[in-house]
């Protein structure tokens, strides 16, 4: 094995030494993988599954999976029985989970590679703003107390928003996660005065949840990956009464605390916490690595995301342009300012342009794709690159209207046309992909996750 090996195989080792499955994208994101989503690591995880083999090991590259899968695939099931024969694999994976990798010194997980687990809560909110409301509150100073006595801090909070309260379209649904201090105080120290004074004002609110800790980060999951709280977390909602949660808060199950940290999350910023957040749209577990630098923003609505399975996608500006635009509305009939572009989410995409837009009658929406397939249909952002120049092109080559970057002010007829040579660009880019993989070379690993 050679020094990346050792690191992939650390990586695993750490998810291992809390009985948790790995994706191959966890992997990828841990260790700078060309490919985040793990395309191409199989070859790596051979060598590693016969290193360990031959010093008499568990099979620790059996935990490796893909994201929503309890066993690896079933190209990977071909090499590992090359290896091992016809194993139980389930029984393998106890091995792997029960076996003590800090006894292999090479092998031992460490802080440099994934954090140690901080455990994991979940309550609900009426809403999920951290921007205005940094942090978690309790009725009772003994509920805040107990809380405090049973995690860590920097432990991970899962918000939920209540199913009666809060928008209709977050009822019952996970919709971010708070990084919670040990630091106390009243709620009105660490919530923004406009939040504090709506709270106050309302007979339903007033006067609750004054007992409060801060909160020092926050991410929201991807409006795509928002999932009612009772398939997400079946044993903590199942297990206790709505409004324990919402008093108490309750802890995740380890298998629970993977299914969040699988998420895709970006980060936002968290009342009274100062600094620069990184709105890169990854998984919830690579955003919880040890912090690196965040690039500045080439534009004021740059945001960047991990490799992986993208959409292209076409936002439109709703309101009354020529107001916005300051041109006569007669000049601008039948004309749209949109964003063409591609991200693994088009949802959270439009909500952080939005959220560099102060409150108004102006408003992003997602125009393209529509319906949003369930799945990006597009392998990696080299193939999405592919569509989104395609889009570019045929908007200057039909001379619409650049406002900057990647906005446009169309036609609307050019809009759908330019929809459709983004698409038919990226399909080819995709098929030429596909082509050039089944041709490698005969006996070669290829992971297809």
Same mark, same amino acid.
């Given at each position: 094995?050679?020094?990346?090996?050792?690191?992939?195989?650390?990586?695993? /080792?750490?998810?291992?030494?809390?009985?948790?499955?790995?994706?191959?994208?966890?992997?990828?994101?841990?260790?700078?993988?060309?490919?985040?989503?793990?395309?191409?690591?199989?070859?790596?995880? $051979?060598?590693?599954?016969?290193?360990?083999?031959?010093?008499?090991?568990?099979?620790? !590259?059996?935990?490796?999976?893909?994201?929503?899968?309890?066993?690896?695939?079933?190209?990977?099931?071909?090499?590992?029985?090359?290896?091992?024969?016809?194993?139980?694999?389930?029984?393998?994976?106890?091995?792997?989970?029960?076996?003590?990798?800090?006894?292999?010194?090479?092998?031992?997980?460490?802080?440099?590679?994934?954090?140690?687990?901080?455990?994991?809560?979940?309550?609900?909110?009426?809403?999920?703003?951290?921007?205005?409301?940094?942090?978690?509150?309790? /009725?009772?100073?003994?509920?805040?107390?107990?809380?405090?006595? +049973?995690?860590?801090?920097?432990?991970?909070?899962?918000?939920?928003?209540?199913?009666?309260?809060?928008? +209709?379209?977050?009822?019952?649904?996970?919709?971010?996660?708070?990084?919670?201090?040990?630091?106390?105080?009243?709620?009105?120290?660490?919530?923004?005065? $406009?939040?504090?004074?709506?709270?106050?004002?309302?007979?339903?609110?007033?006067?609750?949840?004054?007992?409060?800790?801060?909160? %020092?980060?926050?991410?929201?999951?991807?409006?795509?990956?928002?999932?009612?709280?009772?398939?997400?977390?079946?044993?903590?909602?199942?297990?206790?009464?709505?409004?324990?949660?919402?008093?108490?808060?309750?802890?995740? +199950?380890?298998?629970?605390?993977?299914?969040?940290?699988?998420?895709?999350?970006?980060?936002?910023?968290?009342?009274?916490?100062?600094?620069?957040?990184?709105?890169?749209?990854? !998984?919830?577990?690579?955003?919880?690595?040890? #912090?690196?630098?965040?690039?500045?923003?080439? #534009?004021?609505?740059?945001?960047?995301? %991990?490799?992986?399975?993208?959409?292209?996608?076409?936002?439109?500006?709703?309101?009354?342009? #020529?107001?916005?635009?300051?041109?006569?509305?007669?000049?601008?009939?039948?004309?749209?300012?949109?964003?063409?572009?591609? #991200?693994?989410?088009?949802?959270?995409?439009?909500?952080?342009?939005?959220?560099?837009?102060?409150?108004?009658?102006?408003?992003?929406?997602?125009?393209?794709?529509?319906?949003?397939?369930?799945?990006?249909?597009?392998?990696?952002? $080299?193939?999405?690159?592919?569509?989104?120049? /395609?889009?570019?092109?045929?908007?200057?080559?039909?001379? /619409?209207? +650049?406002?900057?970057?990647?906005?446009?002010?169309?036609?609307?007829?050019?809009?759908?046309?330019?929809?459709?040579?983004?698409?038919?660009?990226?399909?080819?880019?995709?098929?030429?992909?596909?082509?050039?993989?089944?041709?490698?070379?005969?006996?070669?690993?290829?992971?297809?996750?």
């Amino acid at each position: 094995m050679d020094a990346f090996q050792f690191e992939i195989a650390r990586v695993i /080792a750490a998810k291992a030494k809390r009985q948790q499955r790995v994706t191959y994208q966890q992997v990828g994101e841990a260790v700078g993988w060309a490919h985040p989503t793990g395309r191409g690591l199989g070859p790596h995880l $051979e060598v590693i599954l016969h290193h360990l083999k031959d010093r008499g090991l568990p099979p620790l !590259t059996t935990i490796v999976v893909k994201k929503g899968h309890r066993h690896p695939a079933e190209d990977a099931m071909a090499y590992i029985r090359s290896a091992l024969g016809g194993i139980n694999i389930e029984a393998a994976q106890q091995e792997v989970f029960a076996f003590d990798w800090m006894t292999v010194p090479e092998l031992g997980p460490t802080r440099d590679h994934l954090p140690e687990d901080r455990g994991a809560w979940l309550t609900s909110f009426w809403g999920f703003d951290p921007a205005g409301w940094g942090c978690i509150g309790f /009725a009772d100073e003994w509920r805040r107390n107990a809380y405090l006595r +049973s995690s860590q801090p920097g432990g991970l909070v899962a918000i939920y928003v209540t199913k009666n309260k809060g928008p +209709s379209n977050m009822r019952g649904k996970v919709v971010g996660v708070l990084e919670v201090s040990h630091e106390i105080g009243h709620a009105k120290n660490f919530i923004s005065g $406009e939040h504090w004074a709506a709270k106050e004002s309302s007979p339903e609110r007033k006067g609750k949840w004054l007992y409060a800790i801060r909160a %020092t980060r926050a991410w929201r999951i991807v409006p795509e990956d928002w999932k009612p709280v009772e398939e997400l977390f079946p044993d903590a909602y199942g297990n206790n009464n709505a409004e324990l949660i919402g008093a108490n808060g309750v802890p995740l +199950s380890q298998e629970e605390t993977a299914a969040l940290r699988s998420l895709d999350v970006y980060e936002v910023p968290v009342y009274g916490q100062a600094g620069q957040v990184d709105p890169t749209i990854q !998984t919830l577990e690579s955003a919880l690595n040890p #912090s690196r630098a965040v690039k500045p923003a080439p #534009s004021p609505y740059w945001v960047g995301e %991990t490799d992986g399975p993208k959409h292209l996608y076409i936002l439109k500006l709703s309101g009354d342009i #020529s107001v916005y635009l300051g041109r006569p509305a007669k000049e601008l009939e039948e004309k749209a300012v949109i964003k063409v572009g591609f #991200s693994k989410s088009p949802l959270a995409r439009r909500d952080q342009i939005q959220s560099a837009y102060p409150k108004g009658t102006f408003a992003w929406e997602v125009f393209k794709p529509s319906p949003q397939p369930d799945t990006p249909p597009y392998a990696n952002a $080299e193939i999405a690159i592919v569509g989104e120049d /395609a889009m570019k092109k045929r908007l200057v080559d039909e001379k /619409a209207e +650049s406002l900057g970057g990647e906005f446009f002010l169309a036609d609307d007829w050019l809009v759908l046309n330019v929809w459709t040579a983004g698409r038919v660009a990226a399909e080819k880019a995709q098929a030429a992909t596909e082509s050039s993989i089944t041709q490698e070379q005969p006996g070669q690993v290829v992971s297809t996750a």
